[in-house]
Structure formats: C-alpha cells, structure tokens
C-alpha cells in the first residue's frame, strides 16, 4: 500500500522560508514522476513542481519559478519542497504526490495531460502553509 506523507508545514511571515517533506512507504521515488500541488482557499488545486525523479527534471509552475526547490533523498525515500521568499498568495494546503509512471517520456506524458493532477495516482493527506504579511 503507497502511502506518502507530508511535514513542515506551519505558519510562516512573507519573504520566509519554509521546507515540506513527503515521506513514501510502499513506493520507491527514485525514477518516478512525481510532484507537489497546491490548493488555495477556494481554489482547484495546482501542480507547483513536478519532476521525474531518474534524472531530475523539473516543471516549475511560472508563479513559483525561482521560490520553490523540488529535491529527493533516494535513501530516505524522501521528497521535499523548499520554498524561499514566501509570499502571501503562497497560502494553501500542499500535497505530495506520486504517479505509475517510471519512464522520462511517461512524466512527459503527465505534464501534457491536463488537468495534471488527474494524471497523479496517489497523493499525500496535505499540509497547511500560511503565510501572513
């Protein structure tokens, strides 16, 4: 069973940094495709990074370029998500999330099916940023 939990959330003031944890068991993230998302108070959720563990290869989504950093412990089974110079439209749940697909060309796939999130399999139970000005 795959299951994938988030940490590190919390609280955070604007131009803060924060950094989330995703912690698989069942699932080896190493050579998957796998992301973050975010979801705003009423608002669908969105992938904010979505990388192909193999060989790195990461999406930024434009509003987070340059803030957010996806990184992997392959010997922890670890993903993580450093976000730096938070900003007060940053605020949302985030989740971890992972998909079947362990090729390059399969994540190719997950980044051009749209909604991206309908293309994930399995997801985290989220976790709470907010961040106040």
């Known amino acids: 069973q795959v299951q994938l939990v988030e940490s590190g959330g919390g609280s955070v003031q604007a131009g803060g940094s924060v950094r989330l944890s995703c912690a698989a068991s069942?699932?080896?993230?190493?050579?998957?495709?796998v992301g973050w998302f975010r979801q705003a108070p009423g608002e669908e959720r969105e992938d904010v990074a979505i990388?192909?563990?193999?060989?790195?290869?990461?999406l930024y989504a434009d509003s987070v370029r340059g803030r957010f950093t996806i990184s992997q412990d392959n010997a922890e089974n670890t993903l993580y998500l450093q976000i730096d110079n938070l900003k007060v439209e940053d605020t949302g749940v985030y989740y971890c999330?992972?998909?079947?697909?362990?090729?390059?060309?399969?994540?190719?796939?997950?980044?051009?099916?749209?909604?991206?999130?309908?293309?994930?399999?399995?997801w985290g139970q989220g976790t709470q940023v907010t961040v106040s000005s």
């Open positions: 999330a992972a998909t079947k697909q362990s090729t390059r060309g399969g994540c190719a796939a997950v980044v051009t099916g749209l909604p991206r999130r309908r293309m994930f399999d399995y």
């Open positions: 990388t192909y563990t193999g060989d790195g290869r990461t």
């Open positions: 069942g699932y080896t993230l190493s050579r998957y495709c």
